[in-house]
Each structure stands twice: as C-alpha cells, then as structure tokens.
C-alpha cells in the first residue's frame, strides 16, 4: 500500500525521477524549468508525494497560479504504477489542504485519463485556453469544497470544434 506526505528536501531527486518518466515529447528546457518549478514547491511545501516501500512513485504540486486561485498544478504518477488509485488519493489529499472554498486544475483535451480522474472527483469544467499547446485545449476545472460552497454553472465538457 502506498502513502501520502508531504515531500521534503531529501524527496527532490525521487519526485525529479517521477517527473522525468512523464510524457515524452517534452524538449529538455520544458524539463529543466519543471524541475525548478517542482524544486520551489518542495522548499515551500506545495509538493505533496506518494510513496510505497519508500520509493516515489507519484506527486502533485498545488499552488495560486490561477489567478491567485486554489490551483493543482502538476500530478504525476510514474507509468508503472498509473490506474492503482494513487493519482486519486493525491488529488484528495490536496483537496484537504487547500485553504479556500474551491480548487481548479487543468489538463489538454487530449488527456482523457485526468479528465475522467477529475470527473470522478466532482471536478466539473469551467471553461477551457486556446493556443497553449495549438490544436489541443487547456481544459479548466473546479471543485466547490466544504458545505457552503455553490453549486457551479453548467459549463461545456467538450472543447469547441
């Protein structure tokens, strides 16, 4: 079984390794600005990771970069160890530590696996960028957290044609 904490300063390399099994096609100035990116939320404490036998097999960065909004930023889970739930208890696990009434993230179009682990969730879509990745839309979702919080406008699943 796996378990969820919050990463330190001795956890960079394993959650660099994660980091780097992702998506392929990434050009190495991508990587190298990610793991400064992933580097800043471990020293401040944003980077929440999952491990197993101590070793990392996944991650998620959250932070305000959303228009100073609750934002997940990054998940990644390393390929070997994908449909085990593990990005589920990570999104969960910074769902309880976002202060505010709600959480966006986001995801291409084309990643239907985070866009049904987000559905699953209750995540629902709130509006979507073009032009980031050209071709492939930047999805935006938010989840309401705690009682009080709205209900949220229907908006569109699908990207536009």
Known sequence: MFAVATATDQDRDG???????????????????????????????????????????????????????????????????RRRGIGTELVQAVMAVTAGDRLFSSTNAS?????????????????????LDPGDPEMIYIIWLGASAPAPLPAPMEAPD
């Open 15 to 81: 959650v660099w390794a994660v980091e780097r099994d992702g998506p392929g096609g990434q050009d190495e100035s991508e990587i190298l600005g990610r793991l400064v990116l992933i580097a800043d939320a471990i020293a401040d404490g944003r980077c929440l990771l999952a491990t197993e036998d101590e070793a990392i097999i996944g991650f998620a960065i959250h932070d305000r970069s959303l228009f100073g909004q609750p934002f997940l930023s990054l998940l990644r889970v390393r390929a070997s160890d």
């Open 111 to 131: 990643n239907h696996p985070m866009r049904m682990l987000l559905g699953r969730l209750g995540f629902t879509a709130s509006g979507f960028i073009e032009n």
